[in-house]
Protein backbone atom coordinates (compact mmCIF):
# COMPACT_ATOMS: atom_id res chain seq x y z
CA UNK A 1 0.00 0.00 0.00
CA UNK A 2 3.09 2.21 1.16
CA UNK A 3 4.24 1.53 -2.41
CA UNK A 4 1.77 2.44 -4.38
CA UNK A 5 1.42 5.74 -2.50
CA UNK A 6 5.03 6.41 -3.32
CA UNK A 7 4.40 5.62 -6.75
CA UNK A 8 0.89 7.55 -7.21
CA UNK A 9 3.09 10.95 -5.70
CA UNK A 10 6.13 10.09 -7.87
CA UNK A 11 3.83 9.98 -10.60
CA UNK A 12 2.19 13.03 -9.81
CA UNK A 13 5.38 14.97 -9.54
CA UNK A 14 6.15 13.56 -12.43
CA UNK A 15 3.22 15.53 -14.24
CA UNK A 16 3.54 18.60 -13.03
CA UNK A 17 7.37 18.95 -13.85
CA UNK A 18 6.09 18.25 -17.45
CA UNK A 19 3.56 20.88 -17.15
CA UNK A 20 6.35 23.24 -15.82
CA UNK A 21 8.88 22.37 -18.37
CA UNK A 22 6.55 22.85 -21.33
CA UNK A 23 7.03 27.02 -20.39
CA UNK A 24 10.23 26.90 -21.11
CA UNK A 25 12.31 26.30 -24.52
CA UNK A 26 12.46 23.23 -26.39
CA UNK A 27 15.71 22.36 -24.99
CA UNK A 28 14.93 22.59 -21.32
CA UNK A 29 11.92 21.23 -21.95
CA UNK A 30 13.64 17.95 -23.93
CA UNK A 31 16.21 17.99 -20.98
CA UNK A 32 13.64 18.08 -18.09
CA UNK A 33 11.19 15.54 -19.71
CA UNK A 34 14.26 13.36 -19.85
CA UNK A 35 14.97 13.80 -16.13
CA UNK A 36 11.77 13.25 -15.10
CA UNK A 37 11.14 10.15 -17.48
CA UNK A 38 14.41 8.56 -15.79
CA UNK A 39 13.56 9.91 -12.55
CA UNK A 40 9.93 8.02 -12.85
CA UNK A 41 11.43 4.75 -14.09
CA UNK A 42 14.01 4.48 -11.65
CA UNK A 43 11.45 5.49 -9.14
CA UNK A 44 8.72 3.39 -10.46
CA UNK A 45 11.57 0.36 -10.67
CA UNK A 46 12.16 1.15 -6.72
CA UNK A 47 8.81 1.03 -6.11
CA UNK A 48 7.76 -2.21 -7.65
CA UNK A 49 11.06 -3.71 -6.02
CA UNK A 50 9.87 -2.46 -2.86
CA UNK A 51 6.57 -3.65 -3.24
CA UNK A 52 7.71 -7.17 -4.64
CA UNK A 53 9.71 -7.64 -1.53
CA UNK A 54 6.88 -6.71 0.83
CA UNK A 55 4.71 -8.55 -0.94
CA UNK A 56 7.24 -11.47 -0.88
CA UNK A 57 7.66 -10.73 2.96
CA UNK A 58 3.59 -11.05 3.43
CA UNK A 59 3.59 -14.31 1.20
CA UNK A 60 6.44 -15.91 3.67
CA UNK A 61 4.60 -14.84 6.77
CA UNK A 62 1.52 -16.12 5.61
CA UNK A 63 2.73 -19.52 4.78
CA UNK A 64 4.52 -19.85 8.37
CA UNK A 65 1.02 -18.79 9.71
CA UNK A 66 -0.31 -21.09 7.84
CA UNK A 67 2.29 -23.93 8.78
CA UNK A 68 1.51 -22.95 12.42
CA UNK A 69 -1.85 -23.26 12.37
CA UNK A 70 -1.55 -26.63 10.54
CA UNK A 71 0.64 -28.23 12.99
CA UNK A 72 -1.06 -30.68 14.99
CA UNK A 73 -0.73 -31.62 18.49
CA UNK A 74 1.11 -34.51 17.90
CA UNK A 75 4.13 -32.58 17.12
CA UNK A 76 4.39 -32.03 20.66
CA UNK A 77 4.05 -35.49 21.97
CA UNK A 78 5.82 -38.66 21.46
CA UNK A 79 4.58 -41.74 23.41
CA UNK A 80 6.84 -43.89 25.15
CA UNK A 81 5.75 -47.52 25.02
CA UNK A 82 9.47 -48.91 26.78
CA UNK A 83 9.92 -48.50 30.64
CA UNK A 84 13.33 -49.38 33.20
CA UNK A 85 10.92 -49.65 35.69
CA UNK A 86 7.37 -49.71 36.35
CA UNK A 87 5.20 -47.82 34.23
CA UNK A 88 2.91 -45.45 35.74
CA UNK A 89 0.31 -43.63 34.39
CA UNK A 90 -2.84 -41.24 34.62
CA UNK A 91 -6.31 -43.11 34.20
CA UNK A 92 -9.21 -40.59 33.40
CA UNK A 93 -12.22 -39.63 31.41
CA UNK A 94 -13.96 -36.16 32.26
CA UNK A 95 -17.71 -35.65 33.16
CA UNK A 96 -18.57 -36.92 29.47
CA UNK A 97 -16.35 -39.87 29.77
CA UNK A 98 -13.90 -37.78 26.89
CA UNK A 99 -10.26 -37.40 27.17
CA UNK A 100 -10.15 -40.75 28.31
CA UNK A 101 -6.94 -42.41 28.84
CA UNK A 102 -7.23 -45.88 30.36
CA UNK A 103 -4.27 -47.87 29.70
CA UNK A 104 -0.52 -47.23 30.32
CA UNK A 105 2.00 -46.97 27.24
CA UNK A 106 3.83 -49.80 28.40
CA UNK A 107 0.72 -52.30 28.26
CA UNK A 108 0.93 -55.13 25.58
CA UNK A 109 -1.27 -54.66 22.43
CA UNK A 110 -3.14 -51.53 24.54
CA UNK A 111 -5.58 -49.30 23.06
CA UNK A 112 -6.92 -47.03 25.01
CA UNK A 113 -3.27 -45.41 26.57
CA UNK A 114 -2.60 -41.50 25.56
CA UNK A 115 -0.88 -40.23 28.55
CA UNK A 116 2.30 -39.16 29.44
CA UNK A 117 3.40 -41.38 31.81
CA UNK A 118 6.25 -41.77 34.02
CA UNK A 119 8.69 -44.38 34.20
CA UNK A 120 9.19 -45.69 38.24
CA UNK A 121 12.96 -46.44 38.42
CA UNK A 122 13.42 -45.73 42.26
CA UNK A 123 12.02 -43.68 45.38
CA UNK A 124 11.00 -40.15 44.76
CA UNK A 125 8.89 -38.00 42.91
CA UNK A 126 7.51 -38.26 39.80
CA UNK A 127 4.61 -36.47 37.36
CA UNK A 128 2.34 -38.64 35.22
CA UNK A 129 -0.13 -36.35 32.80
CA UNK A 130 -2.37 -36.09 29.87
CA UNK A 131 -1.89 -33.39 27.49
CA UNK A 132 -4.07 -31.81 24.54
CA UNK A 133 -1.62 -33.05 22.01
CA UNK A 134 -1.57 -36.60 23.36
CA UNK A 135 -5.11 -37.32 24.05
CA UNK A 136 -5.57 -36.60 20.71
CA UNK A 137 -2.10 -38.22 19.39
CA UNK A 138 -3.62 -40.15 16.01
CA UNK A 139 -1.22 -43.44 16.88
CA UNK A 140 -0.16 -45.42 14.00
CA UNK A 141 -0.24 -48.59 16.15
CA UNK A 142 -3.40 -47.68 18.77
CA UNK A 143 -5.35 -45.08 15.79
CA UNK A 144 -7.07 -42.08 17.22
CA UNK A 145 -8.52 -41.81 20.88
CA UNK A 146 -12.02 -42.85 20.71
CA UNK A 147 -13.02 -40.81 23.53
CA UNK A 148 -12.17 -37.09 22.78
CA UNK A 149 -14.30 -34.50 20.41
CA UNK A 150 -12.08 -32.32 18.63
CA UNK A 151 -11.94 -28.94 17.28
CA UNK A 152 -9.67 -28.98 14.52
CA UNK A 153 -6.33 -30.89 15.66
CA UNK A 154 -7.10 -30.23 18.68
CA UNK A 155 -9.39 -32.14 21.52
CA UNK A 156 -12.17 -29.93 23.37
CA UNK A 157 -11.07 -29.07 27.04
CA UNK A 158 -12.63 -31.19 29.76
CA UNK A 159 -15.01 -30.67 31.83
CA UNK A 160 -15.48 -32.40 35.41
CA UNK A 161 -14.63 -36.42 36.19
CA UNK A 162 -15.91 -39.38 36.62
CA UNK A 163 -12.43 -41.32 36.92
CA UNK A 164 -9.05 -39.27 38.28
CA UNK A 165 -6.53 -41.85 39.58
CA UNK A 166 -3.26 -43.33 38.90
CA UNK A 167 -1.89 -47.30 38.41
CA UNK A 168 1.27 -47.99 38.52
CA UNK A 169 1.60 -51.62 37.09
CA UNK A 170 3.47 -54.65 38.40
CA UNK A 171 4.17 -53.37 42.20
CA UNK A 172 2.28 -55.38 43.81
CA UNK A 173 2.04 -59.29 44.53
CA UNK A 174 -1.75 -59.71 45.38
CA UNK A 175 -3.08 -63.00 46.61
CA UNK A 176 -5.46 -63.45 43.44
CA UNK A 177 -3.58 -63.29 41.25
CA UNK A 178 -2.27 -66.26 39.22
CA UNK A 179 -0.65 -64.66 36.31
CA UNK A 180 3.22 -66.57 35.09
CA UNK A 181 4.68 -62.97 32.65
CA UNK A 182 6.70 -60.64 33.68
CA UNK A 183 4.82 -58.46 36.47
CA UNK A 184 5.82 -55.11 34.38
CA UNK A 185 3.83 -55.97 31.86
CA UNK A 186 1.16 -58.86 32.82
CA UNK A 187 -0.98 -56.71 35.16
CA UNK A 188 -2.26 -60.87 36.68
CA UNK A 189 1.39 -61.71 37.36
CA UNK A 190 2.14 -60.89 41.26
CA UNK A 191 4.82 -58.09 41.63
CA UNK A 192 7.38 -57.63 44.84
CA UNK A 193 6.07 -55.55 47.21
CA UNK A 194 3.17 -55.58 49.65
CA UNK A 195 0.96 -52.08 49.63
CA UNK A 196 2.12 -51.62 52.98
CA UNK A 197 5.57 -52.11 52.51
CA UNK A 198 5.40 -48.24 50.38
CA UNK A 199 4.46 -44.86 51.36
CA UNK A 200 2.95 -43.13 48.56
CA UNK A 201 1.97 -40.00 48.59
CA UNK A 202 0.22 -37.31 46.48
CA UNK A 203 1.83 -33.94 46.00
CA UNK A 204 -0.39 -31.75 43.77
CA UNK A 205 -2.95 -31.86 41.14
CA UNK A 206 -2.12 -28.85 38.25
CA UNK A 207 -4.99 -28.05 35.75
CA UNK A 208 -3.14 -26.26 33.08
CA UNK A 209 -0.71 -25.53 35.36
CA UNK A 210 -2.95 -24.33 38.10
CA UNK A 211 -2.97 -26.12 41.90
CA UNK A 212 -6.33 -27.98 41.98
CA UNK A 213 -7.27 -28.27 45.96
CA UNK A 214 -7.99 -31.92 47.64
CA UNK A 215 -8.18 -33.07 50.35
CA UNK A 216 -5.07 -35.26 51.79
CA UNK A 217 -7.15 -37.43 54.18
CA UNK A 218 -9.63 -38.24 51.68
CA UNK A 219 -7.22 -39.59 49.02
CA UNK A 220 -7.29 -43.68 48.46
CA UNK A 221 -4.24 -45.70 48.35
CA UNK A 222 -3.04 -49.52 47.59
CA UNK A 223 -4.04 -52.51 45.30
CA UNK A 224 -7.59 -50.99 45.52
CA UNK A 225 -8.72 -53.48 42.37
CA UNK A 226 -7.21 -56.26 44.33
CA UNK A 227 -7.14 -58.47 40.67
CA UNK A 228 -4.32 -56.71 40.01
CA UNK A 229 -0.80 -55.99 40.59
CA UNK A 230 -1.56 -52.31 39.76
CA UNK A 231 -0.67 -49.90 43.50
CA UNK A 232 -3.12 -47.20 42.70
CA UNK A 233 -3.89 -43.53 44.09
CA UNK A 234 -7.40 -43.15 43.62
CA UNK A 235 -8.14 -39.73 43.69
CA UNK A 236 -11.85 -39.81 42.09
CA UNK A 237 -14.00 -43.33 40.73
CA UNK A 238 -17.55 -42.85 40.33
CA UNK A 239 -17.47 -46.53 41.04
CA UNK A 240 -14.79 -46.32 44.25
CA UNK A 241 -15.45 -45.20 47.89
CA UNK A 242 -14.63 -41.89 46.81
CA UNK A 243 -17.78 -41.47 44.70
CA UNK A 244 -19.11 -41.50 48.34
CA UNK A 245 -16.92 -38.56 50.06
CA UNK A 246 -14.63 -36.81 47.12
CA UNK A 247 -11.22 -34.86 48.06
CA UNK A 248 -11.66 -32.86 45.12
CA UNK A 249 -14.51 -30.69 43.68
CA UNK A 250 -14.86 -32.90 40.39
CA UNK A 251 -17.89 -30.72 38.70
CA UNK A 252 -15.74 -27.72 38.86
CA UNK A 253 -12.62 -28.90 37.38
CA UNK A 254 -12.05 -27.78 33.92
CA UNK A 255 -8.75 -27.70 31.64
CA UNK A 256 -7.79 -27.14 28.14
CA UNK A 257 -4.21 -28.12 27.52
CA UNK A 258 -3.12 -30.40 30.42
CA UNK A 259 -3.51 -32.27 33.51
CA UNK A 260 -1.10 -33.09 35.63
CA UNK A 261 -0.54 -35.53 38.83
CA UNK A 262 2.59 -35.48 40.84
CA UNK A 263 3.24 -37.95 43.91
CA UNK A 264 5.80 -39.57 45.52
CA UNK A 265 7.57 -43.11 46.17
CA UNK A 266 9.02 -44.16 48.96
CA UNK A 267 10.14 -48.33 49.98
CA UNK A 268 11.53 -49.34 46.51
CA UNK A 269 14.38 -51.78 46.40
CA UNK A 270 15.50 -50.79 43.03
Same mark, same amino acid.
Do not use: H
Given at each position: M?A???L?A??????T??????C?D?????S??AAT??T????T?A?TTT??????A??S??T??S????T??D?D??P???????D????FGD???L /??? /???QG???A?K???VD???????E??VS??N??I??D????????? $????????V?????????VD????LN?????G??D?K?D?? =???????D??KVE?KS???D???V?????? $???G??E?N??C?? $?E?Y??Y?? =?????PI?K???A?????? $?????E??SE
Amino acid at each position: MKAKKILAAVTALSLTTVVFASCGDTADSSSTAAATTTTAATTTTAATTTTAAAESAADSAATDSSADAKTSGDSDYTPVKTFKGYDAFLMFGDGEWL /WGN /WEGQGEPDATKAFGVDADITGDGEYTVSITNASISYDDPDEGINPQ $IALDGDYAVGAQGCVVMCVDIIGLLNGEKLKGTGDPKTDKE =TPGKYNADDLKVELKSIKADGQEVAFDKAK $IKYGNIEDNNNCYR $IEIYNDYGD =TAKDSPIDKDNLAFEDSLE $ITFSIEGLSE
